[in-house]
């Protein structure tokens, strides 16, 4: 860990404007993410901006949805009553990540921002391209076991391995940025994560001088209905092997609208649009399930190691959806 | 008298004693409170830090380091590499040296240009804070030539060799007993498989750390993390070319160890020597990620085990191999065949092993070496066999019930093998069991029933304890033992209380410290019999001084009496043939005007069943023996899972184990160390796994976050027993040790669930979902 300086920002503009002039310096939120890649020098940055004081908080109803600040911690989104009711999925996302201790720390713009698991990227001992751009990618021939089926590439198969973000992918969320000239603008959070291309350390669409001030979800019945399932290699506190984010609105048996993400699948949290397609108008049934589970990883390029979860992506997919119909 | 414990002749159970009770942890409060001083806590005048960094690279040589931009920061003081590493009088680089030091380890790192594994510590750095130190460290840049490193047996470039012994020459490379092959050749019924064990790392809660101070130039104190103070001592000496009581090594509590800390690892001189280097204290504590390539793990392996049976299910042949990776220098491998040579009644037996150097470090003794990994195999084994006749799990091991030892013909010294069977099956319900695999379905979830027999040996080991009776009533008890956070302090408490006849809150138990009567390192599950024998007989020896001094005294009741006709009654000595004639020995004392008055004790524990060693001396305990038993704990794991049937998840919903160890001191302490034990078999059956990159011969998992062990929610609630057992071979207090036998069948009788629950066979650890996934599927 290097040495940093430390300052704190009780509004935006003073938080974008340090980043304006260095882009070196790092934001600071719940931490959780930052000081452990600091810790493991994976990030050096020469100084830390609080910006836990900046007032993008509250969890509120809007006139189209849900409105969360990006200061929220993720314990209070989790345990919110109106995401609860309204927005299950986004509810147990929160509450099947890290631990209490963890999620009382972190904030939900920290989380969109939590940076990948793989192994090689975390040690700097090894190559990675994502870590050291031109170096290489240990992970295509090693460690690959978590990382990522769809949207990879030669230089990188890195997935996101956040709970939240894939719930709120699959329910249409979109982020407010805001920079340091004061101008805000709206992107849906499917185009907030970029694939990595040949530019694996390129991560989002965030300029260096942005924050993120806030999520917003639209209501709607799919979701209501709708539910996260998370598959681990322990019962609590580990990342997901796979995991899926669904929403349905069933009428009278037949599906009227869907909604279908994956975890720790892709190289960014998927959305499944052909597989919800698929849903539509048709029966709420495990055969229509498992066709549109079938699309849902149709391009799947696994590893050695991940090969499973072309299998187990479907049929947490299936799972998921069964759950909420039964 | 003969058959009984030599404990029962003084102030034995029945006579009040607190021995066995569920006494709280005596060192429980000063934990929890934070007052308990750890190895790396203690605060020292002019204290400095030392940081070490770990080679990137796992093969190749240090062409050079530049250590300028990390000297320059402010507060270091020193970087030590191979270049200015103050010179040791032997090194355990060679296999004399290895031996003399009693190193893990056949090469100490910074003696030499030459990288063997990755993590091998190329610097360290000290400074006057740890976090200036490690800055530092990270700024200090090796230039090296780079070769491509070997990371396993299973590389196809590997050279597969069979050594002539593994395990430190511990365990012969070759055995066998009987004609196994032909025997298998022409059995009626033949099962084979193949099982592999992923590389696990103990992961203690404290990581190993050293605190060295050189108090004059040749006297150091080092304060360490150790499961052994005396082997640290004299390692130390020996590298140091120091007289061993010129070192001086002090470990008041531990918190675990499971092996790891069982030898002295590389660290520990590497931090004298800077302590000598900057004539400062130096305290040095690996990090977490350090712990992974700093004292050692539980290696790689694949096991094959072949049986032979008849179509009643009775064994003929048992013929295993076993592969796996060792380290450049050294041919470590854990004796797996040891537990497969003996849990069962079989005529023949054959094993060997083979090994692959690889550039790792030397992997060590890691919580049942051996046996846990060797009972998975053929526990898993018997399993399958008795699906394949269609004989009840339990049936088929009660069938193969070896009434002796079957490696050496000898008679057990005690052995509860069958109570445990049938009293962990009615506590389990063994009976309901659907004799069915794959047949019983709760909703999505395969239910599972399995169980395994544990068993684990009684080391030899011996040890000594001083005993300070004061006439006031207390007692000062001591013994140069650790406490791995098992109860040490605790149990020790209560052996002194009832072998003085005072309460435990009148004694104090002292231990963790070189300059205390020796005591065994507290490793292959000894210390617990070992040093409660050697507290007793030190009390038995206070007693006879005691007893002495009435004898001789004209004032005391007892004048003139003779010595064997006087017993003591908790704490007083009185007549055998009238009870009422006697006194206390506070009075004896005080007329005697004694303040205090001191004995030492020897303890032995067992014969050590390989080596058939000579019993030890009178006060022993198992003077008898004469080396005619085998001694041995045994046990049996009963458990229930449910299998997620379509994703593969494994969950332990129930667990019943039932152990016959000898006497057990403390029930609740005795209880958690099952507990820990089952736990830590779960961990190894179901999610422990540590990736070791195949073209970096690197961990990539040296973490906590990434290398998982069990949380509590996927331990369920756990009944655990004992069956009372007296047995008079093993040691003074009849004591056999519990802390591995814990850990032994576990990961097999979580295995054998998940067969139950699925009809499949998953014989990789760790049983992971997509594993589970995998064979369901197919
Ligand atoms: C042991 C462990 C286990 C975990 N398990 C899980 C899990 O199971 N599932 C899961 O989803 N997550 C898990 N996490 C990740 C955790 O959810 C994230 O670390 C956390 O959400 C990050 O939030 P934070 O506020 O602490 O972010 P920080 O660490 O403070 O920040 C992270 C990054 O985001 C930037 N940043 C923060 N806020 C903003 C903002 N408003 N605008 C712009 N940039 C910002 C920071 O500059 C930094 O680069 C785990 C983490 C740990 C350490
Ligand atoms: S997958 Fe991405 S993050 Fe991992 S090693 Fe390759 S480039 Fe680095």
């Not at chain 1, 493991?40 to 836990?52: A, G």
């Not at chain 1, 590439?153 to 894939?166: R, Y």
């Amino acid at each position: 860990m290097n040495n940093f300086s430390y300052t704190t920002a009780t509004t935006a503009k003073e938080a974008t404007g340090v980043r304006k002039d260095s882009a070196q310096a790092a934001f600071i939120a719940g931490g959780t993410t930052l000081l452990d890649l600091m810790k493991l020098n994976v990030e050096q940055h020469p100084q830390l901006v609080d910006i836990n004081m900046v007032p993008f908080k509250g969890i509120s109803e809007t006139a189209d949805g849900l409105r969360i600040g990006a200061l929220e911690r993720m314990s209070d989104v989790g345990e919110n009553q109106l995401v609860v009711q309204q927005y299950p999925a986004i509810s147990e996302a929160l509450l099947l990540s890290a631990s209490p201790q963890l999620r009382n720390m972190a904030s939900i713009g920290g989380n969109l921002l939590q940076r990948t698991r793989c192994t090689y990227f975390r040690d700097t001992a090894f190559p990675c391209n994502k870590r050291n751009p031109g170096s290489g990618c240990p992970a295509q021939t090693g460690d690959n076991r978590g990382l990522a089926i769809l949207g990879g590439s030669t230089a990188c198969i890195a997935t996101n391995p956040g709970d939240m973000a894939v719930a709120m992918v699959a329910l249409d969320a979109v982020v407010t940025l805001e920079n340091s000239k004061g101008k805000q603008r709206r992107v849906p959070l499917l185009d907030f994560h970029l694939l990595p291309g040949t530019t694996p350390q390129r991560e989002t669409i965030l300029e260096a001088d942005e924050l993120i001030v806030a999520v917003t979800v639209p209501a709607a019945a799919h979701a209501r209905k709708s539910h996260y399932v998370k598959v681990r290699d322990r019962a609590s506190y580990a990342f997901a092997l796979v995991s899926a984010a669904v929403g349905l609105d069933v009428q009278g048996g037949q599906i009227q609208s869907a909604r279908i993400a994956m975890g720790s699948v892709g190289t960014k949290p998927w959305r499944a649009l052909e597989a919800e397609k698929m849903l539509v108008g048709k029966p709420a049934t495990e055969a229509s399930f498992r066709a549109a589970a079938a699309a849902a990883v149709r391009g799947a390029a696994p590893r050695e190691h991940n090969r499973f979860k072309v299998e187990m992506a479907q049929k947490t997919i299936v799972r998921a959806l069964q759950e909420i119909t039964a | 008298m003969d058959t009984e414990p030599r404990f029962f002749e003084t102030n034995g159970p029945g006579t009040g004693g607190v021995v066995g009770q569920p006494l709280n942890r005596v060192d429980g409060y000063d934990k929890v409170t934070g007052k308990a001083k750890y190895s790396a806590e203690f605060p020292l005048q002019g204290l400095v830090y030392g940081v070490l960094k770990g080679s990137e690279i796992a093969k190749g040589k240090i062409q050079s380091i530049d250590t300028t931009a990390a000297m320059k920061e402010p507060g270091v003081l020193a970087v030590l590499t191979h270049q200015n590493l103050p010179k040791l009088a032997k090194t355990p680089n060679d296999q004399e040296g290895k031996k003399a030091i009693g190193a893990p380890m056949g090469f100490l790192p910074l003696t030499s240009d030459v990288v063997h594994y990755a993590g091998q510590p190329v610097a360290l750095v000290v400074a006057d804070t740890f976090e200036r130190a490690t800055h530092a460290a990270s700024l200090v840049r090796v230039q090296y030539a780079v070769e491509k490193p070997l990371a396993s047996y299973q590389d196809p470039k590997a050279e597969i060799f069979n050594p002539e012994k593994v395990q430190d020459d511990k365990t012969k490379g070759y055995t066998r007993r009987g004609d196994a092959q032909a025997a298998l050749a022409s059995a009626p019924v033949k099962h084979s498989a193949t099982y592999t064990h992923a590389i696990n790392h103990h992961n203690p809660m404290e990581p190993g750390s050293t605190t060295a101070i050189w108090e004059s130039a040749d006297r150091l104190t080092v304060y360490e993390s150790t499961q052994g103070i005396t082997r640290t001592q004299k390692s130390l000496a020996t590298m140091l070319g120091l007289p061993q009581e010129q070192v001086r090594v002090v470990t008041k509590y531990l918190g675990g160890g499971f092996g790891c800390k069982g030898s002295s690892w590389p660290h520990t001189v590497l931090t004298v020597q800077a302590a000598k280097a900057v004539n400062r204290p130096v305290k040095l504590v690996l990090t977490r990620q350090q712990m992974f390539t700093g004292m050692g793990h539980r290696e790689d392996q694949t096991q094959t085990l072949q049986i032979g049976a008849t179509k009643e299910g009775k064994l003929l042949a048992l013929v295993h191999e076993k592969t796996s990776t060792t380290s450049p220098w050294d041919n470590y491998a854990e004796p797996n065949s040891r537990i497969i040579n003996l849990l069962y009644d079989c005529p023949t037996f054959e094993s060997s092993y083979q090994l692959a150097r690889a550039n790792v470090m030397t992997s060590t003794f890691t919580r049942a070496p051996g046996e846990a990994p060797g009972s998975f195999a053929i526990e898993c084994s018997m399993d399958d066999l008795a699906y394949q006749l269609g004989i009840d799990p339990l049936e088929i091991r009660l069938r193969n019930y070896a009434e002796k030892d079957p490696t050496n013909g000898k008679p057990w010294s005690s052995k509860s093998l069958k109570q445990c069977y049938a009293r962990g099956a009615e506590l389990f319900g063994w009976n309901k069991r659907n004799p069915k695999a794959g047949d019983t379905r709760d909703g999505r979830y395969l239910i599972g029933m399995g169980m395994a027999t544990a068993s684990y040996p009684v080391h030899n080991s011996q040890g000594t304890a001083r005993v300070r009776l004061y006439a006031d009533g207390h007692a000062v008890v001591q013994s140069g033992a650790t406490d791995l956070g098992t109860g040490t302090y605790t149990v020790m408490t209560q052996v002194a209380a009832d072998a003085l006849g005072l309460a435990p809150d009148k004694v104090r138990f002292e231990l963790g410290d070189s300059r205390l009567p020796t005591a065994p390192n507290s490793g292959g599950s000894v210390a617990a019999g070992t040093v409660s024998s050697s507290v007793y007989v030190a009390a038995q020896e206070v007693w006879q001084k005691l007893k002495k001094l009435a004898i001789a005294d004209k004032k005391s009741p007892l004048y003139r009496a003779k010595v064997e006709d006087v017993i003591v009654e908790k704490n007083r000595m009185v007549l055998k043939a009238n009870k009422q004639k006697g006194e206390d020995f506070a009075a004896l004392m005080k007329r005697n005007e004694m303040s205090d008055i001191e004995g030492t004790g020897n303890g032995k524990y067992g014969a050590g069943y390989e080596s058939g060693l000579a019993p030890g001396p009178a006060d022993s305990g198992h003077q008898d023996d004469k080396g005619g038993h085998s001694m041995h704990s045994f046990g049996a794991h009963f458990c229930e899972v449910h299998v997620d049937a379509e994703l593969g998840t494994v969950r332990v919903t129930r667990w019943v184990s039932v152990h016959g160890a000898g006497r057990i001191l403390n029930a609740k302490t005795a209880r958690s160390q099952i507990i820990g034990g089952n736990i830590f078999g779960i961990g190894a059956a179901l999610m422990e796994e540590t990736f070791r990159d195949p073209n970096f011969a690197r961990y990539t998992n040296a973490s906590l976050g990434e290398y998982h062990i069990p949380v509590n929610a996927d331990i369920p609630e756990m009944t655990v027993e004992f069956i009372e057992e007296h047995d008079p071979y093993i040691n003074a207090m009849g004591v056999k040790g519990i802390g591995e036998i814990s850990m032994v069948g576990v990961a097999a009788a979580v295995a054998n669930a998940v067969f139950h629950a699925t009809g499949k066979r998953v014989r990789d650890l760790p049983i992971t979902p997509d594993k589970v996934m995998g064979v369901l599927s197919v």
